[in-house]
């Protein structure tokens, strides 16, 4: 690329979004990718920020009985380690990610599996809304009650600006919010440690104190009540699981081995975000923390154990200003993951084929722009409050691992002669689904009314859209299969002909994508319209890099593979009928842009030329096809023309 002729546009797209990337570099999957540090920075803040909100929403749901905070503690912990366990075996099983998408669709069927990733993608829509505005509240709680208007503002200028620097690469976006991350580890590290063994000489104190409310509690509530409210405080807390996806979501991210990285990226997730959840509850019940107007528990929590502090209000500013950051970083999980899952469903034909598709950066740069506005009309349509917000969030989280664990507990049971630890896995997996499904059913109820209906409102209309998209996508695909049964093999008569390619001659160039009846329609289209005028054939096809290639090098080399195969077939029919023949292929992530450098230089070696595409044509073209067709040979006519090379489009009829 020569950067003296670029306009200036594309030298402040440059500037924004950094340099194009190259694709044929070898080391390109080793840049790009994370060591489980990184992936732990940006996969795990969504989860580890949950703290933040998830065990102060326990706590307050345990009203005056707060003696059971310290069982609270335990379960919370404990179902994070047994959520990230079953995901740990996800991540074995399904190493190329995916997550809740990939294993509700290969173990409970494609019905499971578009609910999966449709549920995910509005979680994650509402992951970025939710962690802006509550970031939003943290950083002007501590402004004047004046600049209150222009708090909206900020936030989409913080969507906005996580837009841009997604954009500019997972990688790049990570290292640039990983200080903020590291800041909150350290505060709460201390704020935890300290709350804790500073009251170790009055554990035999509190442990009395316990005994007594809960005896007390029996009294009052009686076994079932005590157990129902303590379900009902657990299942509230919900939030605090949000994020423990993300590692199985994200796993093409990972430096290879991928499965090694994942599973530790997985141990730090769980241990950080079972030890900061459960400490805030144990420290809530030892310092006797109780709601304050204007504060979160966690603003309290700090200020008691910094008390006695020489720098104690700073330290306790710094701890509540790490968590309202952290929040812009757990927002970063929405923009790495939803757009893969969007990526993930493209490639099964749930999404528009364009979800599929990478910048010149190399991401998934639809995927992030629809995230991006999405959770722009989410915090408009909220007008930024969090209350409005909190009640859509977390339902959709819980049924995609309800699913998960369903499909893994069916897998291992139907598998069990052929998993020799069937034994040791599936008692996990129906444990995570027994809690998921208590969270689950509790939430709804408890949010239904509240505003939690318009989730799972909006998440049916993302799978009626799926379905519709899906139903458009097999039509044209019947169509086009019909053409394979037709065409692909051709009888011919006469000898083969092996004589190259003369450059003196007319040459045909006819850009191809697999092997398929519609190529071949093309080129018997070419034979007939144009009789006895082409002496040559000259096949070309790009091996385009989308989502569903670019899961490592291997990947992108059978992809390189499969091109070559197909268009030594085009090669192989044209000289059975008699023609001289030839082909050419590139690699690149744009089709129009690869495919025209490639017809040009082709142009250049056979002057007597002109290119041929083939254009699927619908009998009412409206915009539901131009969005899900991206009517490529149109845009590669536009640049050959451009460049002065003929090209002709010949249409391929599908009656829809």
Known sequence: MNEENDSFGDRIKRTLFGKPRNIKDPSIFHKLALI??????????????????????????????????????????????????????????????????????????????????????????????????????????????????????????????????????????????????????????????????????????????????????????????????????????????????????????????????????????????????????????????????????????????????????????????????????????????????????????????????????????????????????????????????????????????????????????????KEPHWKKHLPVHLTGLALCLTILIVTTLEKFTRGGWLTLVITMVVVILCYLIKGHYNKVRTGVRELDDMLVAIPHKGGYNTDPADAKDMTAIQLVSGYTGFGVHTFLSIIRGFPGLYKNFVFVSISEVDAGAFKGSEAVSCLDGSTCDALKKYVDLARRLGFPAESRHDMGIDVVETASALCQSVAREFPKSTVFAGQTVFRRPGIINRILHNETAFAIQQELRWKGITTVILPIRINL
Request: charged share 10%; proline share 3%.
């Open 36 to 417: 489980p540090i990184l992936a732990w920075i940006g996969l795990g803040a969504d989860g580890l920020s949950s703290a933040s909100y998830g065990p102060e929403e326990a706590f307050k749901a345990l009203g005056k009985h707060t003696y059971l905070a310290l069982a609270l503690a335990l379960a919370t912990a404990l179902t994070v380690f047994i959520i990230s366990y079953a995901y740990s075996r996800i991540i074995e099983y399904f190493p190329s990610g995916g997550g809740g998408y990939i294993v509700a669709t290969h173990t409970l069927g494609e019905k499971a599996g578009v609910l999966s990733g449709s549920a995910l993608l509005v979680d994650y829509m509402l992951t970025i809304t939710v962690s802006i505005v509550s970031c939003g509240d943290a950083i002007f709680s501590f402004f004047p009650m004046t600049w209150q208007p222009y708090k909206t503002a900020f936030e989409v200028g913080a969507i906005l600006f996580l837009v841009i620097i997604n954009l500019r690469g997972v990688k790049e976006s990570v290292t640039m919010l990983a200080p903020i991350f590291l800041i909150f580890i350290v505060t709460h590290v201390l704020m935890i440690g300290y709350g804790i063994f500073s009251h170790v000489g009055q554990v035999g104190a509190v442990a009395q104190q316990i005994q007594g409310d809960y005896r007390a509690g029996l009294v009052s509530l009686g076994g079932w009540g005590m157990l129902l409210l303590f379900l009902r405080a657990f299942s509230m807390g919900g939030g605090t699981f949000t994020g423990i996806e993300a590692v199985s979501n994200g796993l093409q991210i990972l430096r290879e081995p991928r499965v090694h990285n994942g599973k530790r990226t997985m141990v730090y997730l769980a241990v950080s975000l079972a030890v900061t959840a459960g400490g805030i509850l144990v420290c809530y019940l030892l310092l006797g923390v109780s709601p304050v107007a204007g504060k979160t528990l966690n603003a309290v929590l700090a200020g008691k154990v910094f008390a006695g502090w020489g720098i104690g209000s700073i330290l306790a500013l710094i701890t509540i200003l790490s968590e309202g950051a952290l929040l812009l970083v757990g927002a970063q999980t929405g923009f790495v993951d939803g757009p893969r899952v969007m990526g993930n469903m493209a490639v099964d034909y749930w999404f528009p084929h364009r979800f599929a598709s990478l910048s010149s950066r190399l991401t998934m740069q639809n995927g992030v722009l629809l995230m991006g506005g999405s959770a722009i009309l989410l915090l408009i349509y909220s007008r930024g409050r969090i209350s409005t917000l909190v009640v859509m969030y977390s339902i959709n989280v819980f049924l995609t691992f309800s699913l998960s664990e369903l499909g893994m507990s069916r897998f291992f049971i139907k598998n069990r002669r």
